[in-house]
């Protein structure tokens, strides 16, 4: 799964670029491009134990990346998958439910934007959602990635229609318009890549 995520962000991390300089510094996509690389060179890395180790390795190697704010939002998802993660060395569908919902309040401590903010939150908050929506009706690994990828990705897509309200990008806000969110559109990627990684791996 991670390396699927890692996958599709090197896939996409031209068009992230160009999607943040419509009212950014251009350089949300050579981010990203960093923290994965990171992340795929902690995942070589680990020395195998446990999936909480795992993650919490990552999440540091994701979180130490340069460029503002993007390797602590994404470290902290990671970082809270891992919280959540617990001491079991397999994942099952309510744990990785339970996984994406301490990753959510991980991030939450690190930002005030909610939804309609045109920020990541407005694809990781219906992907998280919707995963626990499928864990709850009994939805194998795979069965809630796909719900929550494809949760992601119409919550990216929203974000064309939205002026940003925090931060720096708010100055920009008409710019933006008819552009996804280079955030959101990363997190779509992600789930994206979760799924990709799982079925590659035989689900």
């Known amino acids: 799964m991670l390396l699927g995520a890692a996958g599709q962000i090197r896939e996409n991390h ?3 670029s160009e999607l943040d300089s419509f009212g950014g510094d251009g350089d949300h996509g050579t981010t990203m491009l960093r923290a994965m690389e990171n992340l795929e060179k902690s995942v070589a890395s ?35 998958m891992s919280n959540g993660a617990g ?5 099952d569908c309510v744990a990785l439910a339970s996984m994406f919902e301490a990753a959510l309040e991980c991030v939450r401590k690190r930002t005030k934007a909610e ?7 407005d694809a990781m908050i219906p992907a998280v ?11 194998g690994i795979c069965g809630i990635l796909e719900r929550a990828a494809e949760a992601a990705r119409r919550g990216a897509d929203s974000t064309k229609d939205l002026q940003p309200r925090l931060g720096r990008a708010k100055n920009a806000a008409e710019q933006s318009l008819g552009h996804e969110d280079p955030g959101a559109v990363s997190v ?3 789930f994206k890549g979760f799924l990709k990684g799982a079925l590659e791996d035989g689900g």
Do not use: C, N, Y
């Open 129 to 139: 959602e919707q995963a626990r929506l499928a864990a709850d009706d009994g939805f």
């Open 87 to 91: 001491q079991e060395e397999r994942m």
């Open 188 to 190: 779509s990627l992600i």
């Open 46 to 80: 680990s020395r195998g134990g446990q999936m909480k180790q795992l993650l919490s390795e990552t999440a540091w190697a994701v979180m130490g990346t340069d460029g503002g704010a993007t390797g602590p939002l994404f470290g902290s998802f990671f970082m809270g």
């Open 14 to 16: 031209r068009r992230l």
């Open 115 to 121: 939804a309609g903010d045109k920020t990541i939150m």
